[in-house]
């Protein structure tokens, strides 16, 4: 018999609210988070505003926060998020449940790197006049400023093992890094390692920041970001012909999966079942949709072959510049969720959409 797979908990980290009920009241009330950027000086870049995630304090969620002193937003933000969602299910509390049955699958990007040191050394290691960097010069400048706390931090699958060993999620321990699709691919592939019996419950979602000068930078210099200076509350438009690129956030959202007999056992509150999950790559260009239309429709069949499935589809793309009408209409189906039964309250639809990324 096929195991079904359903929703009991649910927490954000976002730009619009720290909290389920704060998102979803942003979002019925039309407001936006979208503003100059605050955290550096970007005055020097072509895009100079974004999405912050502001007045966050991780002690709020954690009786203490000293161990994640070092860690990047994207760790402490999927803290948050996490804390609320286990919370939500009940969850929270290791007596609860077999924790070797419960898991975590995290779509993460890499945390924040020093830029400033990598910068300042790159510019002691390059000879004036010169377009060639001597390394023993870069390496010698840039060790002393480095702190082994902080790089381990980069590494993609450290804030799943943050989570893992907080929150003791000793079953499966899965991170992807698959850009704007990580979140929604996480929660589909979480789904379905319950389904195949590997888990009783996952923990899946997405946590992510770029608003950094190096990250910033870096989406501007592939034109993929809005320029849109002199109105950045309205720069998001991505099915505009006036669209001119995207607008760069950040944040985390986190739900937790279950079987459905395994939350009913427990009396858990159910939000939503997932009833299918499908996920295909354009394999085209890092900005472009492909021109194949069956390349992206895949995603799409996969869950609708699913008896009783109603599928619920997140298109993402970088919409830098006015597309022909069939582009338009497909964009870029990478991973498509589907439920089955629509949730009484829905903080987002797709969790790349809370991190902004």
Sequence with gaps: MRRRVVITGMGVITPLGH??????????????????????????????????VKHFDLVKYLKDATPFTHSGLNTRFALGAAQQALADAELLDESHGDRGRIGIYLGTGEGQEN????????????????????????????????????????????????????????????????????????????????????????VAGGSQSMLHPLGVAGFTRLSALSQRNDSPQTASRPFDLTRDGFV???????????????????????????????????AYRMTDPTPRVGARSGAWRMPSQTPGCAPSTSATSTPTAPAPPRTTRWKRWRSNLCSATTPTRSPFRAVRACSGT
């Design 19 to 52: 909290s389920v009920g704060e998102l979803f009241a942003s979002q019925i009330e039309g407001r936006t988070a979208v503003g100059p950027i605050s955290r550096f000086d970007a005055s020097t870049l072509a895009t100079t505003f974004a999405s912050e």
């Design 115 to 202: 830029f400033a040191g990598l910068i300042n050394s790159t510019a002691a290691a390059v000879t004036s006049g010169s377009d060639r960097a001597d390394p023993v010069r870069f390496i010698t400048a840039l060790r002393p400023v480095l702190d082994a706390r902080n790089e381990s931090e980069v590494e993609t699958h450290t804030t799943i093992g943050h989570l893992a060993n907080l929150f003791a999620l000793d079953g499966p321990n899965v991170s992807c890094l698959t850009a704007c699709a990580a979140g929604s691919q996480a929660i589909g592939e979480a789904a379905e390692l319950i389904r195949a019996g590997d888990a009783d419950a996952m």
């Design 248 to 282: 760069i956030g950040e944040g985390a959202g986190v739900v937790v999966l279950e079987e459905l007999e395994h939350a009913k056992a427990r009396g858990a509150t159910i939000y939503a079942e997932l009833t299918g999950y499908g996920s295909t790559a354009d």
